[in-house]
Every structure is written in structure tokens, then in C-alpha cells.
């Protein structure tokens, strides 16, 4: 997990579920850092949103054991 790495987004405020698989590397706002909008790297462990999509992005647990909700994916 790191905070604030350079790499190359592909993609931002994702909100479809099929867009994000396990394995994944992302960037997620956690729900204390909503306000702040510090963003937190880390690979998709488990998928939570259970909905096709979601308003506010789709809910996922990273490998590091944080949940929080997608807002970008990455490629290194």
C-alpha cells in the first residue's frame, strides 16, 4: 500500500462493478478520508458492492485488509 505513488491512472471515478476485478491495482477514498479525498493504492482482494453500480464507486477490500471505494484504476 502506498499513498500518493506516481503511476500512470487509466482510468478515473469508476462505478460499474465490471470494471473491477480481483487483482487489480487501484487507487480508493476510505470512509474517513472522504472529506480529504486522500486517495490510498493497494490490489483488489475482494469486490464488496454487490450492485451492477454504484453513484459513488464500487466498494472493494485491498489485499492490506482496507476497504474503501474505487476511484481510480492503475497500470505501473
Known amino acids: 500500500m502506498r499513498r500518493g505513488a506516481a503511476t500512470q491512472d ?9 470494471e ?5 491495482r487501484v487507487k480508493v477514498v476510505q470512509k474517513q478520508d472522504q472529506r480529504k479525498g486522500a486517495l490510498t493504492e493497494g490490489v483488489v482482494r475482494d469486490i464488496l ?7 459513488h464507486g464500487i466498494k472493494v477490500r485491498l489485499e ?5 471505494r474505487v476511484k481510480e484504476i492503475l497500470r505501473s
Do not use: C, E
Not at 10 to 18: E, F, G, K, L
Not at 49 to 55: M, V
Not at 64 to 68: A, E, K, L, Q, R
Open 10 to 18: 487509466i482510468s478515473m471515478n469508476i462505478r460499474n462493478r465490471s
Open 64 to 68: 492490506s485488509g482496507i476497504v474503501g
Open 20 to 24: 473491477i476485478s480481483p487483482g487489480l
Open 49 to 55: 458492492t454487490k450492485s451492477p453500480h454504484h453513484p
